[in-house]
Every structure is written in structure tokens, then in C-alpha cells.
């Protein structure tokens, strides 16, 4: 099975940025990458995704803050986040939709935005 790992979360002060890897264990075909968050005592929220064909959408919370690309060569998947609030601060997940409705997942890190 694909496994995916997440890295990069961390505390950082407000305003300041991070950029968070997902890095999958093999070569796979996928129809979409996503980040997702989910906060203490809040449902899951789709951040931002990108398609095989490269393009994105985003969360309008995130929206001109956030940037998901990738690199295939890598298998790897990014997440640049600039400008961070507090409301930010979350566990961030990684999820990748393949074909025939396989839903792979990563095990998360935790991203604390705090003076």
C-alpha cells in the first residue's frame, strides 16, 4: 500500500510562514492531492488541492496565504503557508485520491501559529 508522510509543521509566530512536505512511498497515478486541517473541536477542512493536470483551488480561508504544488520526480506533494493567524494553527493532513476510488492518507503534524 501507498504510504504517505507529512513533515515540516511546527510553531511559528504570526505572520511568519512554513512549508509542509507530503512524501509518498512510491511512484503512483493520483487524480488529486489534497491538504486538509482539523482543528480541537472542529470538522475536517479541505485547504487546498491540485490535479494531475496542475491546477488548484483553495480554501477561501487560505486563499492568497497558501500555495499546494508538487514534484512528481519526488513524490512529493507541498504546502507554502505565508502570512499565518492563529486560526491556522491545526493538524494538517495530506490526501491523495487515486483511480478506482483509492483514498490514501498521511498521519498528520501539527502546525501552531502563537506569539
Known amino acids: 500500500q501507498v504510504q504517505l508522510v507529512e513533515s515540516g509543521g511546527g510553531l511559528v509566530q504570526p505572520g511568519g510562514s512554513l512549508r509542509l512536505s507530503c512524501a509518498a512511498s512510491q511512484v503512483f497515478s493520483f487524480n488529486y492531492m489534497n491538504w486538509y486541517r482539523q482543528a480541537p473541536g472542529k470538522e475536517r477542512e479541505l485547504v487546498a488541492m491540485i490535479s494531475s493536470s496542475g491546477n488548484t483551488n483553495y480554501a477561501e480561508s487560505v486563499q492568497g496565504r497558501f500555495t499546494i504544488s508538487r514534484d512528481g520526480a519526488k513524490n512529493t506533494v507541498y504546502l507554502q503557508m505565508n502570512s499565518l493567524k492563529p486560526e491556522d494553527t491545526a493538524v494538517y493532513y495530506c490526501?491523495?485520491?487515486?483511480?478506482?476510488?483509492?483514498?490514501?492518507w498521511g498521519q498528520g503534524t501539527q502546525v501552531t501559529v502563537s506569539s
Open positions: 490526501n491523495v485520491k487515486a483511480p478506482l476510488n483509492w483514498d490514501y
